[in-house]
């Protein structure tokens, strides 16, 4: 937070006219901005993805609705309708487990992660085993739900998940939500890491391999449609593996925090229907964060005025809704989310 006092511009300003007629035009410019200088300033980093997937440019739109800078002009006049005095901004990361190890450790003030992952580190279980439970997570809102995408090189002649025995897959990097998913899924159809070529590569690498003709397939959990698979399909250069049937089914009745999902046709250029898995993308925070500032960032995520933003930001911006705010959420609610939840209705117990 940074504060600058009324008293300090005047005098700084004051010092500046015995300069001479120059420094009066810049003691005039510092009367016009005295008052939004004056007022305090939060910056906010919101940790994301990778800009190939879905988490980079809706943690940009949310940045967009919840920041309210200085000098913006009312949100009654048709201005900015988020939090005054704050700028957030969105910061590129690995992904779901890289982003609640940065909220937990104070690398970042509030990230995107995947339920399931949250779920995970908050009761110590799946990748979080071997360390302490994050207890110290918070949930501000369910978002919208990610497709796991199966992506497969029309060449590489695969039909099913059992023929990418052997072949070259990119399982996402550390620290990404899809590399936890893409071992889970393997797993469910009696494939280890070890039964494949497994390759280390976030999306965007994916893309250039794929295009290289140097891998064959890559996991991709995000909310469709997905820069980087849309550059392929337009290649023509791939197609959807559908995850279905009896083994699906099977791992859903073991992994609650997903559920029965589609990839519907045209998503991507020329790409039928496909049948897949998703879990949801939820808002995260630390316990420690201001009750005041997550109330106020609740309000502004959900004021009828920045509906628009979030309508036309993103295809899944359409999707984060009031109603399906605390959908799928497992660990606790932070204090000011949970005050706004309660005055609006959406909390009532």
Known sequence: MQEVQEGELIFIAKSLLRGGVLFSLLFITFL??????AQSITFLRIGTGSTAGTYYPIGTLIASVISNPPGSRPCEAGGSCGVPGLIATAQTTHGSVANIHGVANGSFDTALAQSDMVAAAYNGQGIFRKNDPVTSLRVI??????????????????????????????????????????KQILKAYGLSIKD?????????????????????????????????????????????????????????ADHPYYSASEIPADTYLDLRTVPTLAVTTQWIVSADMSEEL???????????????LLDRG????????????????????????????????????
């Open 32 to 37: 016009s901005i005295e008052s939004a200088s």
């Open 141 to 182: 809102a369910n978002l919208y739900p990610e497709d796991i995408h199966l992506v497969v090189r029309r060449e590489a002649n695969i039909n099913s998940v059992g023929d990418l025995k052997g072949k070259r897959v990119s399982i996402d990097v550390p620290g990404s939500g899809t590399r936890e998913n893409a």
């Open 196 to 252: 494949i070529d497994a390759v280390t590569a976030d999306p965007d690498k994916a893309v250039t391999l794929m295009l290289q003709d140097s891998l064959d397939a890559f996991f991709f959990v995000a909310g469709y449609p997905v820069t980087a698979v849309s550059e392929l399909a337009d290649a023509e250069k791939i197609e959807l593996l559908p995850i279905e049937g009896e083994v699906a089914k099977k791992f859903l």
């Open 294 to 308: 997550v109330y106020e960032m609740t309000r502004a995520l959900w004021h009828p005025e920045n509906r628009h």
């Open 314 to 349: 993103h295809a899944k911006g359409k999707l984060i809704l009031p109603e399906t705010a605390l959908k799928g959420v497992g660990i606790p609610v932070h204090p000011g989310a949970e005050r706004y939840y309660r005055e609006v209705g959406v909390l009532t117990d």
